[in-house]
């Protein structure tokens, strides 16, 4: 364990600097976590970054402190949802040791007693590695019950000056914010809007989104900061109710986020072409911005609301119950987690629905309308045998979708091929549990069996499953679809019509040219490069990175959806 007044290390987007005990510090570039270069002494730096590390730099340092025998640990910032066995799934807030960092992207890493890659932009490196056992558990602002004595004993003035630290950081890292902002507006967007032969205007609403209305937004955000701001006393100063004026305004992130992807591919097509890099490039230097790619502006609103928690449970820790600010920074921390899951959940819903698009092209014989008019979210699925009114069983494969149950029939010869036989509109419906023994309706003997009964007319639907556990867990994928579509509503979560045409429209061109029915598998694996950790030869480094978007940044309220189990396991043509 590296002691902390022995050294401390602070990692750039852009290079690495090194600051020893004695205040030397080597000559290199510095930039805050958002890129952005500053002329800042060491005392400052230390202000602006108490505890963590960001990572991205030179990866030998890390290296050479684990050979030394040190633990390093690291954060994660985002979820990472993996199929991939050689890959490290992980939520954010797990602590992940890292055993080696020397491939740029991909570290390898240690997390529930397993070991395999995880994708380092995904993590931030802690500064105080000792205190990894402290906040790894309990909420913000709470000591764990072992330490409680010994924080009894903290100097008030150390406290005091921690306070400081983070206030400090929050209003530097705002103030930087604010210029990479100007910095795109100005430098890109208005360059942009002045070469009508290079960008349409619907180019430019892909690329750059809605960042002027953050822009805006963000300005008077900080503006209320800096009046709340003690420079005298920092420690003294109250800045929780500035975010919970300001709650509702942060929900313009939802829609830069879920812009992002497709800005990102609007973006790398046209850097395909010289003149648009050079175009950019110039861009940049007219505005005298730092020496980042567009793209990595393009990120800084993405990575900032996923900051916003992160910052405000740091503020949370160091607040004293005493503190005048507490209930509001408690308040504002607890606000900020639920703007950022919000927007997580609205992510999680446009990545299903690509999945969807793609299932539905999959599927032969569709009729009627697309799934996604409807629906946004797979639920439960499996088989179920449907029971006329004429007493004729059919074996099904049903997908319960919110709002619809879609039915389906195997192929004969190829199992894994689908047709198209029917839905039921669940909102028409009410589910109705049935006990083993005879249908009246039917006068049939039946097991595991249940109903959905119109609400309107006679017409029902009985369904059996083959085993009474299967039975329960329809039954209760049922329940879920009614809470998950009152929840919806209360959130006001709607998926725009453009993101529905554009999920099947990609969904279509990826089938495009291959058999309806045939070509709508599962995406392959990325293909493995042969780079390999020194303890793990036979294991490979994953090839692509997964695309940093928006994660959840406390435990989402709802479970994963067993979307891709199924999709892997029905999908026709899977090889």
Known sequence: MVARGEIARFWSLESLHLVSSDGGAEPSALADDNGSEEDYSYEDLCRASPR?????????????????????????????????????????????????????????????????????????????????????????????????????????????????????????????????????????????????????????????????????????????????????????SEIGSCFLQHQEGFAIYSEYCNNH??????????????????????????????????????????????????????????????????????????????VACLINERKRKLESIDKIARWQVSIVGWEGQDILERSSELIHSGELTRVTRQGKSQQRTFFLFD????????????????????????????????????????????????????????EAHLFCAKKPEDKVRWLQACRDERRRVQEDRAMGMEISENQKKLAMLNAQKAGHGKSKGYGGGCPSAPPLQSLRPVHQRHVTVPASLPQQQVFALA?????????????????????
């Open 555 to 575: 435990e989402p309220k709802r479970k994963p959806s067993l979307f891709w189990h199924t999709f892997n396991k029905l999908t026709p043509f899977r090889k």
């Open 52 to 236: 963590y590390l960001q990572p991205g730099g030179e990866q030998l340092a890390i290296n050479e402190l684990i050979s030394d025998g040190s633990v390093v640990c690291a954060e994660a910032l985002w979820d990472h949802v993996t199929m991939d066995e050689q890959e490290l799934g992980f939520k954010a807030g797990d602590v992940i040791q890292v055993l080696e960092a020397s491939h740029k992207d991909w570290w390898w890493g240690r997390s529930a007693d397993r070991e395999a890659w995880f994708p380092a932009s995904f993590v931030r490196l802690r500064v105080n590695q000792e205190e990894l056992s402290e906040g790894a558990s309990g909420s913000p602002g709470e000591e764990p019950a072992e330490d409680a004595g010994r924080g009894r004993h903290k100097h008030p003035e150390s406290k005091r000056q921690m306070r400081t630290n983070v206030i400090q950081e929050i209003m530097d890292t705002e103030r930087v914010y604010i210029k990479h902002l100007r910095d795109i507006c100005e430098g890109y967007i208005r360059q942009c809007r002045k070469h009508t032969a290079m960008f349409t205007v619907a180019q430019l609403a892909t690329i750059f989104g809605n960042i002027e209305d953050i822009y805006k937004f963000q300005r008077k955000f900080l503006k209320d900061l800096e009046k709340q701001y003690n420079k005298e006393e920092p420690h003294l």
């Open 261 to 338: 992807p497709g800005a990102c591919a609007e973006l790398a097509g046209l850097m395909k072409q010289g003149r648009y890099r050079h175009f950019f490039e110039a861009c940049r230097l007219l505005q005298q911005m730092i020496d980042i790619a567009i793209d990595g502006f393009l990120l800084t609103p993405v990575q900032k609301i996923c900051k916003y928690p992160l910052q405000l449970a740091e503020l949370l820790k160091y607040t004293t119950q005493e503190h005048s600010d507490y209930s509001n920074i408690k308040a504002a921390y607890e606000a900020m987690k639920n």
């Open 403 to 458: 709002h619809q149950l879609v039915a389906c029939k195997k192929d004969l010869l190829r199992r894994d091929v689908l047709y198209y036989r029917g839905r039921t509109d669940m909102d028409a419906v009410e589910l109705v549990d049935l006990e083993d023994g005879r249908d009246g309706a039917r006068t049939l003997g039946v097991r595991n069996a249940f109903k959905l009964v119109s609400r309107t007319g006679d």
